[in-house]
Nanobody, 120 residues
Framework: QVQLVESGGGLVQTGGSLRLSCVASGDTFSNYAMGWFRQAPGKERAFVASISRSGESTYYADSVKGRFTISRDNTKNTVFLQMNSLKFDDTAIYYC?????????????WGQGTEVTVSS
């Protein structure tokens, strides 16, 4: 079973950038596809981006395409989410997740979340 810890959230102005990190422990990191999800105030949790075990394949929600980039470093057991051109609507708690199944399937393991606030 894998444990996930996110970091890198904070307060940023509209148009700014943040880089989120998620460190995994407890199992072989490269056995898991990884994803980022977010939950905005009053809304359900939503998919943001995902990356395959090797990092060769990535997927994005339409709302973040061209602005966010997901990547991973299997030597450091870490997945990243580079967020550029941030908008007010990107304000949310961001969660890292892992799955031993398909990259676009259901995610089994979740971190505690890191909060991102974008001020207008």
């Amino acid at each position: 079973q894998v444990q996930l810890v996110e970091s890198g959230g904070g307060l940023v102005q509209t148009g700014g950038s943040l880089r989120l990190s998620c460190v995994a422990s407890g199992d072989t990191f490269s056995n898991y596809a990884m994803g980022w999800f977010r939950q905005a105030p009053g809304k359900e949790r939503a998919f943001v981006a995902s990356i395959s075990r090797s990092g060769e394949s990535t997927y994005y929600a339409d709302s973040v395409k061209g602005r966010f980039t997901i990547s991973r470093d299997n030597t450091k057991n870490t997945v990243f989410l580079q967020m550029n051109s941030l908008k007010f609507d990107d304000t949310a708690i961001y969660y890292c997740a892992a799955t031993p199944g398909p990259t676009q399937g259901l995610y089994d393991y979740w971190g505690q979340g890191t909060e991102v606030t974008v001020s207008s």
